[in-house]
């Protein structure tokens, strides 16, 4: 389920230019690894990755389908044939089916003409097999009740529907996607009360809004749908029977009625051409201003017993197999150290763009490194290359997978390396911030294939473009990294792809990396036109991004396989938590601030004056005021991270001095070192996301939090939970700092 | 042409609470002020002022018509029937109305089905005698060519468009309203090389972006559209044959082949209806971001030469007249001090909003200020109130008048108080800043219709509320004057009504006040829907506001002509001009830092690398670098202004105790004071416009720029004016400042 980059800010990152070549690959000669890179790359071909796409996009996909068996054991066999040992390592995971569903306003117009079959589109026209649009993990239920229009269904939304004295109790909330994850939307509106939820793509977001509509452009149509899961992940992803262990035949499972994470209510996403309909008999006081999208009309919010809907969802229940392909390359020298590569080859109906763009990428590197190893090379760690299944439906294949191997992950992963859907455009990547200088050295080593520069310097331009345009829209002029020279940062990880159970759960080092920004995908994502035809036309012609994903991932792949020692940068995780820090500080005054103007303003009644008396709003609702945050802990722990990061960093440049056996200290020192970071008890209302530093965020879902800890207690005013958590939160960063201590000793010889 | 509240926030000011009752009636015993004031208020009646708008919005009363002439007539004998002495003055003036509008996609469906008459709007069925939709001063001409679509049709469209390689010389320019005056789209079509330009109301200004459309809600519906004048206003006002002095019968006419403010090229208004039919057949590159309305598909920019138009305007030029009511009630004490009133009552079709609302309350006020006449009381100064003709073409009536009688008003006019049309909502005021004061202590005694505090009260509210929500859009918090107590500031005044000879030309100073914000009538603007049925549903229903009204301007206008000696409050004015320098200044500071950003970005062709080559935009064109403008001569007139308004108002505490000779002293010497602030030459391109402190933008047009000699300057990067400037304005401040010493010397017994 790829973050698509025009929704999910937080995690798009840039990269370098003009630093070492070879950055972070210590102790071995850089002309070692250029000569294993340029191998990589005569490996590698669009052409051979089209064809993939081609094929494996042929037919429905989804988890359980006919072909989606039939791409595991593609993929398998491929893997085999490169000369790698793979297996496919099946889960039984809860996987629902849709049944029935149904969707009337009652009296009214018929509903449901969603996505046609266009001859534009080879594939619309094939629909045998592929499952109506539906979001996996909604209850099933028959309800009929009028309907309110929440706009994105988040926190925002319902506080100022009160104030307009609206309410979704017993009624079905319309919400509009975007502003936060899908599952969030259906989870909000039955704590509020609603018997059933809608999920609609208004265009703003990804129809004529940021593209022409399909086939004209690459844009949603006004019959197009969005599939999803839309079950709790910011609880936990994976099986929702199975929390925190593998799902496997024979493991103890949650009853399905009372699992946490499955929703309590019925829920449907809808086209746009839909919604309309809705809208045109919806009623109810007129919208606000951010509710409005990009329909045709003066948006209402409904509630005003103006019309009824019926809506009915009835899914077929039964555990379905999660088929992960697993292929291993084991290590020559350091077999017991893993470097994990992984990309989900399950899409919701054909799953061109997502996932199946990244997953021809991944193939291709392991061809390429398989036919390397034919010839006779040998990486020093163990590779292992992982095509997820059923990640659509919560990340499934990825997460019992890390779960149920979790102690061997804990003790031999160096690093996972994610990749989903890919297309045309910039290079992003997120993750843990002590790889960000390897990511950096990448990047300024793989060509753009549109321009010619490299990924990294085309990255730093479009930070530059980025900035300025901002400014453009009123923000006042400061220097960015990117004009600056020096690395520029990689983003944070939320959730939304496989690193979550590695990065959050295990404390595995993760990344995540891809292209975009000039695709169209947005307009296909998660519907029957996320098709070979459109991705070839709209998203990636002739998968040159492809290759370039390949290269980039390869490089990445290689250079921590073959380094001699880990190629890690401290001070770049110590000044990244520096700066979240300082936002969260930041956060807690602002937040004050406005507190105490908010109690003027209820005070003095200023919304009983000024709001229309035609079309009024409440006083805004009284807040606990945020108090002053003692910080202590964590500007001492933060200084320490810093001050140990620095004489680490420093004295890694010794590194290639040590012999072998100072080498396999110093990587058993590092081996594990982020597993610091972890929070035995993990976070607030949610003890499987155990990182001090990412998560996805309670109310956003995909997009990162990160000190989460801190500072989600700080937005949701629980002011004790963040000094708590920032007594926590330090005790994990001196941890870090005590274990860089330890490593640097390796270094000097102590 | 009243300014919409919704298009130039500029204009929009608050008012007052809790000072001092009647603030500014030096010398005159409160108890006396309010008897008065309570007589107004008697005579203020809402149902009548509802009769008089349905009477005179009943048939089309644009400039020449027969109704217009009627209504004329009927204010002219309404006031002579309350005891004033009234005649029509009347002027010659050029005002072109269409003989021939025609509009048409070659080969492709007809357009043109502008509003249509509807059960819900009695006058939309009586057109006779109405004028097609055209705009005023544009062309005679007759072109068929390929459009292209410039968004705003601004400076910044044009930089943008000129990037993507688009050009629309030799083609027909198609802009939407909002951005800036209507009048510059024409203006800088012609300048870029059009043949033509259509203007047309995108449904997010006016349209169901705003309010649903008409009858559902007031907004504007998609056969809609706005008229309006298109001449170069920024150059001058008034009769574009004499600019600066009164049009006359016999007096010197320009050319008007060659008049500079008329346009050159053929120009129509169409609706949202016509021009999404352009819109489907436009071709060409997808717009950019900043182009895109609420039309329900991607935009285009079109200049591909997918379509042709042929735009045919033809025109009757003769000069028609403009017959200007005015009507005089003889000061008893100081009859050759003038406080002058007024309103235009011409309309574009029925007017009913724009401008009779406002035309109806100032009728009121006459009729209360002449039935206390009547029972014999006598205003100190003389009283004169204008209903201004030929206000919608270039603010004909008011500037001829103004210009006709310049030399008397300079030596006469303590104050002119305009107003226009008006609606349900917030108290807005602007103007000149030494009468701020007095307009805050009147806005704290009347009441708000709808809520019962004071209309100063709930602006007060209105501004937190705004605060707020911008914060939550982005800002970071900060007081506003409304937290704070004191006065609250009222804004600057631009252009859009019949107050800039006054207050820019002859530097008699001006108010312009209004009730607005919670009305819909930027739906009807400017359209044949501007009528009596809309304006009671959606914009002010029982004309409550109205009342309000002419309550606050009647109680302005005694306190202006009552007052023993004037009320003037300079520190008010010297502080604003501080902050108005300060703006200046860090606008000069920041965009010297963009000028070195975009510097930075064009030597690393940032836009060659990261616009999208599939869709490029060209790098930045190269700008003059803003270099360090000393402002040292500002900072100490701007000093210098402050220690002498500082002591004069304070030794005003004192003005009651001078005798009546000193009275006249001290009125003599603040009689013309702000005359002080006028530049002799005027300001660079345009000599009309003399004011140091105020002027409509010359790319905002209605919009005001405040220290327009210097701001301007610095923005379009005249740094050498921007250094001549600051000098000239400096010295009008010095002299304003010496002035007031003078006046000072008058208090102190000198």
């Given at each position: ?42 490996g590698i071909s669009a052409e051979l990755q089209d064809a993939w796409l081609k094929r494996m996009a042929s037919a429905p996909n989804h988890v359980g389908s006919k072909h989606n068996r039939e791409n595991a054991e593609f993929i398998r066999d491929q893997f085999r044939s490169w000369g790698w040992e793979a297996e496919i390592e099946t889960f039984d995971v809860l996987y629902p089916t849709p049944l029935e569903t149904r969707l009337e306003i009652v009296g009214g117009p018929k509903l449901g003409g969603q996505e046609p079959g266009i001859p534009e589109d080879a ?611 001196e941890a870090l700092a005590g274990r860089l201590d330890v490593a640097r000793g390796v270094l000097e010889g102590r």
């Amino acid at each position: 389920m790829r973050i698509l980059a025009r929704t999910v800010s937080g995690v798009v990152a840039g990269l370098l230019a003009g630093a070492a070549p070879l950055a972070g690959v210590a102790a071995k000669p850089a002309a070692e690894i250029r000569a294993l890179e340029a191998r990589l790359d005569a490996g590698i071909s669009a052409e051979l990755q089209d064809a993939w796409l081609k094929r494996m996009a042929s037919a429905p996909n989804h988890v359980g389908s006919k072909h989606n068996r039939e791409n595991a054991e593609f993929i398998r066999d491929q893997f085999r044939s490169w000369g790698w040992e793979a297996e496919i390592e099946t889960f039984d995971v809860l996987y629902p089916t849709p049944l029935e569903t149904r969707l009337e306003i009652v009296g009214g117009p018929k509903l449901g003409g969603q996505e046609p079959g266009i001859p534009e589109d080879a594939t619309s026209n094939r629909l045998k097999d592929a499952l109506p649009p539906y979001v996996a993990f909604g209850a099933d239920g028959d309800v009929t009740a009028d309907v309110v229009y929440v706009n994105y269904g988040l926190p925002a939304d319902y506080e100022l529907l009160a104030r307009m004295g609206i309410s979704v109790k017993g009624k079905i909330a319309l919400a509009r996607y975007g502003g936060g994850w899908r599952g969030l939307k259906p989870k909000l509106a039955q704590e509020q009360g609603a018997v059933g939820a809608l999920i609609y793509s208004d265009p703003e977001q990804d129809g004529f809004g940021a593209a022409p509509p399909y086939p004209e452009g690459g844009g949603r149509p006004s019959t197009g749908v969005q599939r999803g899961s839309v079950a709790d992940m910011t609880l936990y992803p994976g099986d929702p029977l199975t929390p925190g262990y593998g799902a496997v035949k024979g493991a103890k499972r949650l009853d399905r009625e009372t699992a946490p994470a499955i929703m309590k209510i019925p829920v449907l996403p809808i086209s746009y051409g839909d919604a309309e309909k809705i809208f045109a008999r919806i009623g109810g006081r007129l919208a606000p201003a951010s509710f409005t999208g990009r329909l045709p009309f003066a948006y209402r919010v409904g509630g005003a017993e103006a019309l009824k809907l019926r809506l009915k969802v009835k899914s077929e229940w039964s555990l379905k197999p999660a088929d992960n392909v697993i292929a291993r390359l084991p290590g020559a020298t350091r077999p017991n150290e893993w470097v994990v590569r992984g990309n989900h080859f399950d899409g919701w109906v054909f799953g061109a763009a997502d996932p199946l763009s990244g997953m021809v990428a991944m193939m291709n590197e392991g061809k390429a490194l398989g036919e390397m190893a034919k010839a006779g090379w040998r990486p020093d760690r163990t590779i292992i290359y992982a095509a997820w299944d059923a990640e659509e439906p919560l990340l499934l294949g990825s997460t019992e997978w890390a779960e149920h191997h979790g102690d061997e992950l804990r003790r031999k992963a160096v690093l996972y390396l994610n990749t989903d859907g890919n297309g045309r455009g910039f290079f992003r990547a997120a993750g843990s911030h002590e790889w960000q200088r390897l990511v950096n050295g990448v990047a300024n080593d793989v060509r753009d294939p549109q321009t010619g520069v490299s990924i990294g310097e085309r990255a730093r331009a479009k930070v530059r473009l980025d900035d300025w345009e901002g400014q453009n829209r009123g923000g006042a002029p400061a220097l960015v990294a990117a004009e600056m020279g020096g690395d520029l940062p990689i983003g944070a990880l939320g959730s939304g792809s496989d690193y979550s159970a590695f990065l959050q759960h295990l404390g595995v080092p993760s990344l995540n990396i891809g292209f975009g920004g000039e695709n169209q995908s947005a307009g296909s994502y998660h519907s029957i036109y996320d098709s070979y035809d459109h991705f070839v036309r709209f998203d990636d012609p002739g998968l040159a991004y492809g290759a370039a994903l390949s290269k980039t991932a390869g490089r990445i792949v290689l250079r921590a396989a073959e380094a001699e020692v880990l190629p890690l940068r401290f001070t770049d995780l110590a000044a990244t938590v520096k700066g979240y820090l300082a936002e969260v500080k930041a956060l807690a005054t602002t937040q004050a601030s406005k507190d105490a103007k908010r109690a003027g303003m209820i005070g003095a009644g200023v919304y009983a004056l000024a709001s229309d008396p035609m079309d009024p709003l409440g006083e805004l609702p009284a807040v606990a005021r945020t108090p002053k945050l003692d910080m202590g802990a964590m500007d001492a722990a933060v200084a320490k991270l810093e001050a140990s990061a620095a004489a680490f960093d420093k004295a890694m440049a010794g590194a290639d001095k040590l012999d072998a056996a100072g080498k396999d200290r110093l990587n058993a020192a590092l081996l594990g070192i982020d597993q610091a970071l972890l929070l035995a008890e993990g976070l607030p209302f949610r003890p499987w996301y155990r990182h001090a530093l990412y998560a996805p965020g309670r109310f956003t879902g995909y997009g990162a939090k990160t000190l989460p800890g801190i500072r989600e207690a700080v937005e949701e005013r629980r002011f004790d939970d963040a000094l708590a958590y920032a007594a926590k939160t330090a005790a994990a960063l001196e941890a870090l700092a005590g274990r860089l201590d330890v490593a640097r000793g390796v270094l000097e010889g102590r």
